[in-house]
């Protein structure tokens, strides 16, 4: 499956997002999506992820309650709802599919990656 992340952009502190993952192929539903992000001088980290027809939703602490993952498996599309920026949400955000369905924190677990979306938060 290819990838590709798009909906980034440059806002103020407070504002919102939908960042979009467009998935080609016919498999989308057969696997877990993610997203990751990646922050200036840091290591990429785990924001959330989605189990195959929507549910099994987990996300990291630092983005708990003002994110939501979703997905349209008939339009092989999943998002991401960014609300309340922060400045430290700023960096690049990457879709991701995995077939594992374990350790789904980890990088390494996913399979396909997208290129990646430009989120940038002023203060």
């Known amino acids: 499956v290819q990838l590709q992340a798009s909906g980034g952009g440059l806002l103020q502190a407070g504002g919102s997002l939908r960042l979009s993952c467009a998935a080609s192929g016919r498999s989308f539903s057969t696997y877990v999506m993610g997203w990751f992000r990646q922050a200036p001088g840091k290591e990429r980290e785990f924001v959330a992820r989605i189990f195959y027809s929507g549910g099994g939703t987990f996300y990291a602490d630092s983005v708990k309650g003002r994110f939501t993952i979703s997905r349209d498996n008939a339009k092989n599309i999943m998002y991401l709802q960014v609300n309340s920026l922060k400045p430290e949400d700023t960096g690049v955000y990457y879709c991701?599919?995995?077939?594992?369905?374990?350790?789904?924190?980890?990088?390494?677990?996913?399979?396909?990656w997208g290129q990646g979306t430009q989120v940038t938060v002023s203060s």
């Open positions: 991701a599919a995995s077939r594992k369905l374990t350790n789904l924190r980890d990088q390494g677990s996913y399979d396909y």
